[in-house]
């Protein structure tokens, strides 16, 4: 069951089957929220953004048949990206695809000392539109 609430982030309830007993709760939650890393899992149990049966626990806390968990991810970090003006030769586009010439020697990956060059995303159609 997934809930949101005014921060539009996501409250995950889980209850734990007796097949995943014994699992420790971080290894659990990572196989179970796959989007998110394992680390950042850590680090919410560590800080209390997972409850088991209400409590807050260690990341080794080994799981019972029936636990009920609740993790409250942390909001998004707010993105600072910004679109570039870059020519496009679109191909084709539809609501599900946007096919794109790409012209050779076109920076394709953000350049690390500048950050310019992120291509691969959402900001060229944005930058379109």
Known sequence: ?????????????LKVSSSDAGRRVDAYLSRRLSRFSRSSIRRWVENNRVLVCGQGRKPSYRLRPGDEIRVDPPPPEPSHLTPEPIPLNVLHEDPCLLLVDKPAGQVVHREPATG???WPTPWPTIWRS
């Open 116 to 118: 310019a060059g992120l």
């Open 1 to 13: 069951m997934v809930e949101t609430d005014e921060t539009r982030t996501e409250t995950i309830r």
